[in-house]
C-alpha cells in the first residue's frame, strides 16, 4: 500500500477538525491545503518540526506544533501527531538523557543530587540553579538532533518507497 495513502487515511478528518469552534481563531490558515497535505516535503517537515517541539520543556508543546506547521506550511497533524513522542511513559528516560547530553557539553555534574538529601526550599532552589542550564542546553541539542534525524529518516524512507516501486513495476512481467 502507499504511503501517502495509509497516512492520508488515518488523519482524513480535516472537515471535522478545520469547523471546531477551537480552532475558530486560526481563521483562514487553518484551511491552507499546505498544512493537510501528505507530499514528499510537508510530511518529512511535520514530522520534524513535532520531533522537535516533542524534547523542549515547554507547555502546549501541541498547540506550538499546530502553530508552527501553519508558520512552516508543513503536515499539521503529523506535526502535532508527532509531539506525543513525549509522554508520561517517555517523560523520565527523556529528561535523563537531555540533561546527560547537556552536562557533557556544558561540563556540569552529571548527578546533581546526592542520595539521602533532603531538599529544603534553599536546597532545592540551589539543585535547580545547577540543573537548569545543562538540562535547557541538553533539550535544545537534542531537539535540534531529534528533529533533523526524523526529517531525514522520513525523507529516506520515502524515497526508498519509491525506488523499491519504480523497482518493482521495472521487473514486474507484464500479463500477455
Known amino acids: 500500500m502507499n504511503l501517502r495513502r495509509l497516512l492520508h487515511g488515518a488523519f482524513a478528518q480535516r472537515a471535522r477538525i478545520t469547523q471546531h469552534p477551537a480552532f475558530t481563531w486560526l481563521g483562514d490558515h487553518i484551511h ?27 507547555p502546549g508543546q501541541m498547540l506550538l506544533a499546530a502553530i508552527a506547521a501553519i508558520v512552516f506550511r508543513c503536515n499539521l497533524p503529523l506535526a502535532v501527531a508527532m509531539t506525543w513522542v513525549s509522554n508520561p511513559i517517555t517523560f523520565a528516560p527523556i529528561t535523563l538523557v537531555v540533561y546527560e547530553v547537556g552536562a557533557v557539553l556544558t561540563d556540569a555534574p552529571t548527578t546533581p543530587l546526592t542520595a539521602g538529601m533532603t531538599l529544603s526550599p534553599d536546597q532545592l532552589l540551589n539543585v535547580l540553579s545547577q540543573i537548569g542550564k545543562p538540562f535547557l542546553v541538553g533539550s535544545l541539542v537534542c531537539a535540534a538532533l531529534a528533529g533533523l534525524s526524523a526529517n531525514l529518516l522520513v525523507r529516506l524512507a520515502w524515497r526508498g518507497s519509491i525506488w523499491y516501486r519504480r523497482r518493482r513495476a521495472r521487473t514486474a512481467v507484464p500479463n500477455a
Open 32 to 58: 491552507d491545503p499546505d498544512v493537510w497535505h501528505f507530499g514528499r516535503r510537508a510530511v518529512p517537515n511535520g514530522v520534524g518540526c513535532g520531533a522537535f517541539l516533542a524534547l523542549l520543556p515547554v
